[in-house]
């Protein structure tokens, strides 16, 4: 088992950009998440869907959006990258609403 | 969202040392209670985790040792080692239902040798 996995690992991008980050979980996970990870902010949750076809709002939605068309899979997109968005982002997964999350390896995202 | 509060935000330790990280919550409703670790360019992952129906629960030289009442928890290494230099995270859910995890702010610990 993979686990959950995140591309790309590293990004680069100019401000104005856009771009898709993509997670894939290999545990038949009901619930995924994605958050950002910043020094001394902890993690904030961005989005979240609870199943397949479901997304909702976290923490920090703003500038931000999200697709689950399949359980294994969900997107985070960035529709016009800000330098605020720099940050690392974690992506993870449960098998119940309160239970253990399972994450990624990150995403290492640079606006510039 | 209900608030897990944790510090230090920061702690230095000698090999050998103590850690000792401290986290309280506000929802008396939650019922997990786990610490996730940290390891520089990777992804948080579960190191213990407790459940209200104990008050302490050990794992080689980490225990967990909870305070219901006080509606605190808190994270104990034993014998520290360089190794252990890592982020904590505190975290609690409802877990059958109800709340998802929240996780506290992190607490970037160092062991020096």
């Known amino acids: 088992n993979a686990g959950v996995t995140q591309t790309p690992k590293f990004r680069v991008l100019k401000t104005g950009q856009s771009m898709t980050l993509l997670c894939a979980q290999d545990?038949?996970?009901?619930?995924m998440y994605w958050y950002r990870q910043d020094p001394g902010m902890g993690l904030r949750l961005i989005h979240y869907s609870v199943g397949e076809g479901t997304t909702a709002k976290g923490e920090v939605p703003d500038g931000y959006n999200v697709s689950r068309l399949k359980k294994q899979n969900f997107l985070l997109g960035l529709e016009s990258a800000a330098p605020s968005q720099t940050s690392v982002y974690f992506c993870?997964?449960?098998?119940?609403?309160?239970?253990?999350?399972?994450f990624g390896p990150g995403t290492r995202l640079t606006v510039l | 969202q209900q608030q897990v509060k944790q510090s230090p935000q920061s702690l230095i330790v000698q090999k050998g040392g103590i850690s000792i990280i401290n986290c309280a919550y506000e929802n008396t409703a939650f019922d997990y209670f786990p610490w996730y670790q940290q390891f520089p360019g990777k992804g948080p992952a579960l190191l213990i985790a407790i459940r209200p129906d104990v008050s302490e629960k050990k794992e080689g030289r980490f225990t967990i040792s909870f305070n219901k009442s006080a509606k605190q928890f808190s994270l104990h290494i034993m014998d520290s080692q360089p190794g252990d230099s890592a982020t904590y995270f505190c975290?609690?859910?409802?877990?059958?239902?109800?709340?998802?995890?929240?996780f506290g702010e992190g607490t970037q610990l160092t062991v020096n040798p």
């Open positions: 975290a609690a859910s409802k877990e059958t239902s109800g709340s998802r995890l929240t």
């Open positions: 545990m038949n996970h009901e619930y």
């Open positions: 993870a997964s449960s098998y119940r609403w309160g239970g253990e999350q399972f």
